[in-house]
């Protein structure tokens, strides 16, 4: 017997991100802490908190092709900050995953400059490259 | 007494002074530091989907590589290897599922890994097993007069499950800083970050960052800047160049491992804590 099995629509950008994050995004409720404190905003073009309200809203697009997902330094700030305990470093590296699994490169060593590599610390190349590239 | 340590990637490399300096102190203070043998880089980040597990292999085989030592802690000194070392653990305390899944992944390891070893940072054996009455009664040279922000950057306090201190107001090494007769100088970037790894892929917004802390500190009236993260270290340090670069007006400040600087304070010889590899030259303040 053969059993025709119809998916009707393909999982979400939110759904993707919830179950790779382990985070319920609904639980935020837009105060801003997290992008009161964050290091790295002024090199963003989504605030933190505006990416969780992007993700629920379905501006997929918006979110995946942001700076900001690469502009996250994971420093853990915004997570220890939050009035509601949503661990937005991990939204953060969802998102980052998504893209690197589909094997896009942010940054790559073949792009580094002969003296970035010489002056660079070993420990800087490794945590980058884990981080934007595939 | 000896405890395993865990250098980790850039200690054996451009954080030498951190290496050297490590050795000389801990050894001073009554502290073996003995190599852990065959270890390997932790991957400097802790892998935060929940899918991920094969980046907790690497962390977890050093802590392997410590219980084969028979020995149940290993100290480490680098920021990022402790963070990306102590979230990999208390994840396998914490979940059976994963526990055994990794286990299975390592199977030609003999021993298998339940979460036992206690890692440790450096700045915590001086606090909690050496002491700071007895670290106060082996100064040699007390640095009166010098005044010190220390820089604890981000991984070594969040999350607050792996923080050595308080999250938010940590003192730890501010009292470290006392011992050596140096004043601390609290300032108000001392636990920002840094922008850490963005140093490869956005060099502007560290040198933005590195002029925001190096100059609060002076600001507060520090003379010289302590951390211990050899990333944190190199954007502070080396990527001031740049800011100075951009920014013509400013002026440098030393930045040192925590660990030169309490060098320094015990009378070590200089050869010792390799002065030479910090970029902005720090030999002036011991003038």
């Known amino acids: 017997m053969k059993v025709k099995l119809k998916i009707d629509r393909e999982e979400s950008l939110?759904?993707?991100?919830?179950?790779?994050?382990?985070?319920?995004?609904?639980?935020?409720?837009?105060?801003?802490?997290?992008?009161?404190?964050?290091?790295?905003?002024?090199?963003?073009?989504?605030?933190?908190?505006?990416?969780?309200?992007?993700?629920?809203?379905?501006?997929?697009?918006?979110?995946?092709?942001?700076?900001?997902?690469?502009?996250?330094?994971?420093?853990?700030?915004?997570?220890?900050?939050?009035?509601?305990?949503?661990?937005?470093?991990?939204?953060?590296?969802?998102?980052?995953?998504?893209?690197?699994?589909?094997?896009?490169?942010?940054?790559?060593?073949?792009?580094?400059?002969?003296?970035?590599r010489m002056e660079l610390p070993t420990i800087a190349l490794v945590s980058c490259l884990r981080k934007m590239s595939s | 007494m000896e405890i395993p340590y865990y250098p980790g990637?850039?200690?054996?490399?451009?954080?030498?002074?951190?290496?050297?300096?490590a050795f000389a102190v801990y050894k001073k203070l009554g502290i073996e530091l003995k190599e852990l043998p065959r270890w390997n880089c932790c991957g400097t980040v802790y892998s935060l989907t929940s899918d991920d597990l094969m980046h907790h292999l690497a962390p977890i085989r050093n802590l392997i590589r410590v219980e084969e030592q028979g020995a149940d802690q290993v100290v480490t000194l680098c920021s990022m290897c402790y963070n990306t070392l102590a979230q990999s653990n208390l994840r396998i305390q914490q979940n059976e599922e994963e526990r055994d899944k990794l286990n299975e992944f390592m199977y030609k390891e003999k021993v298998k890994y339940d979460g036992k070893v206690k890692v440790l940072h450096g700045l915590t054996v001086l606090r909690d097993m050496v002491g700071y009455d007895k670290i106060k009664s082996q100064i040699k040279k007390p640095l009166d007069g010098l005044k010190v922000a220390a820089y604890y950057g981000c991984l070594l306090l969040r999350p607050k499950e792996v923080c050595i201190?308080?999250?938010?107001?940590?003192?730890?090494?501010?009292?470290?800083?006392?011992?050596?007769?140096?004043?601390?100088?609290?300032?108000?970037?001392?636990?920002?970050?840094?922008?850490?790894?963005?140093?490869?892929?956005?060099?502007?917004?560290?040198?933005?960052?590195?002029?925001?802390?190096?100059?609060?500190?002076?600001?507060?009236?520090?003379?010289?800047?302590?951390?211990?993260?050899?990333?944190?270290?190199?954007?502070?340090?080396?990527?001031?160049?740049?800011?100075?670069?951009?920014?013509?007006?400013?002026?440098?400040?030393?930045?040192?491992?925590?660990?030169?600087?309490?060098?320094?304070?015990?009378?070590?010889?200089?050869?010792?804590?390799?002065?030479?590899?910090?970029?902005?030259?720090?030999?002036?303040?011991?003038?």
């Open chain 2, 165 to 287: 201190d308080d999250p938010e107001s940590p003192t730890i090494m501010e009292d470290l800083i006392r011992t050596t007769g140096a004043e601390a100088v609290p300032f108000p970037y001392a636990n920002e970050c840094c922008c850490s790894y963005e140093t490869v892929s956005n060099k502007d917004i560290v040198i933005e960052r590195t002029r925001m802390i190096t100059q609060s500190a002076q600001a507060y009236g520090a003379d010289v800047i302590i951390t211990s993260c050899p990333l944190c270290e190199f954007n502070l340090d080396n990527r001031q160049k740049e800011v100075r670069k951009k920014y013509p007006d400013h002026v440098d400040i030393p930045v040192l491992y925590y660990t030169q600087l309490l060098g320094k304070a015990l009378g070590l010889p200089l050869k010792s804590l390799r002065f030479d590899l910090n970029y902005i030259n720090p030999r002036e303040l011991f003038k």
């Open chain 2, 9 to 21: 990637c850039t200690l054996k490399t451009t954080a030498k002074n951190f290496d050297d300096s």
């Open chain 1, 14 to 116: 939110r759904e993707k991100v919830e179950e790779l994050s382990g985070e319920n995004l609904l639980k935020c409720y837009q105060c801003g802490r997290c992008s009161g404190g964050c290091p790295s905003i002024a090199s963003m073009d989504l605030i933190p908190n505006q990416v969780n309200r992007y993700i629920m809203l379905g501006l997929d697009e918006e979110v995946l092709n942001s700076k900001t997902i690469w502009a996250c330094a994971s420093c853990f700030t915004c997570s220890q900050r939050c009035p509601k305990g949503v661990n937005l470093p991990k939204i953060m590296e969802s998102l980052r995953q998504i893209r690197i699994r589909k094997n896009v490169d942010i940054v790559s060593v073949d792009e580094l400059t002969p003296k970035e």
